[in-house]
């Protein structure tokens, strides 16, 4: 398999569970701006849609959409946990928070990127998501991962797009849970690796 990423982005998240499953793959880093990538070749002639993540199957069929390929890589290994069981209420669980991560959380946040956006427009998106991070301080009372005491995918995909927010100028310190939540997973030896392997490929020249 061949994972196309870039750095700080949403396909950190594949990329963390890649590791968690121990699988082998090939990382190609990919330039948003120019979309060339560290092989030398066009991002866009392996996904129209321009942006990241991609993974390509041995087979040569390419999916996209962190969620999705999420859930691909977990049932490749279905005795790990990040996943439940396909046709059980526990994955449309599962189903429930990928979903409210990229609507809510990756969406909700990603205008922020902007450094042109006007304060007051800053300020709504900001006071939006700190409903969602209140509604995810509540859920974690009881649990240390959103599915329960256990590691998902889910969990994979909020840390990558929570890791934004202090770019943001978002302290999640305002949410105690959630920030031990985030320490928590950032220690996993799985993180850890992908960041060190995704620093490892120079940027494209």
């Known amino acids: 398999m061949k994972l196309y ?13 890649l590791q968690e499953l121990g699988l082998p793959y090939d ?6 701006r120019t979309k060339r990538t560290s ?10 849609k321009g942006y990241v993540a ?13 969620p999705a390929i999420v ?3 977990a049932d490749l290994k279905l005795y790990s946990g990040l996943a439940p069981a396909n046709g059980t209420l526990e994955r449309v669980r599962l189903q429930e928070w990928l ?5 809510e959380i990756h969406s909700g946040s990603s205008p922020l990127f902007n450094q042109d956006l006007p304060k007051t427009v800053r300020d709504l998106f900001t006071t939006k998501l700190s409903r969602r991070f209140d509604l995810i301080e509540t859920g974690l009372a009881t649990q240390d991962y959103l599915m329960g005491n256990h590691f998902t995918v889910a969990d994979a995909y909020l840390f990558t797009v929570l890791g934004w927010m202090k770019g943001f100028g978002i302290d999640l310190g305002r949410w105690p849970r959630v920030a031990a939540y985030m ?6 030896p799985s993180v850890a690796a992908a960041l060190e392997r995704e620093a490892a490929v120079p940027p494209v020249a």
Do not use: K, M, W
Request: net charge negative.
């Open 183 to 188: 320490r928590r997973v950032e220690v996993r």
């Open 5 to 17: 990423f870039a750095p700080a982005t949403c396909s950190l998240s594949p990329h963390i569970v």
């Open 99 to 103: 979903n409210y991560i990229t609507s």
């Open 39 to 48: 092989e030398g070749g066009d991002f866009l002639s392996t996904n129209p």
């Open 54 to 66: 991609a993974l390509v199957l041995d087979t040569g069929d390419v999916l996209t959409e962190g």
């Open 27 to 32: 990382l190609v880093r990919v330039d948003n």
């Open 71 to 73: 859930q691909y890589l």
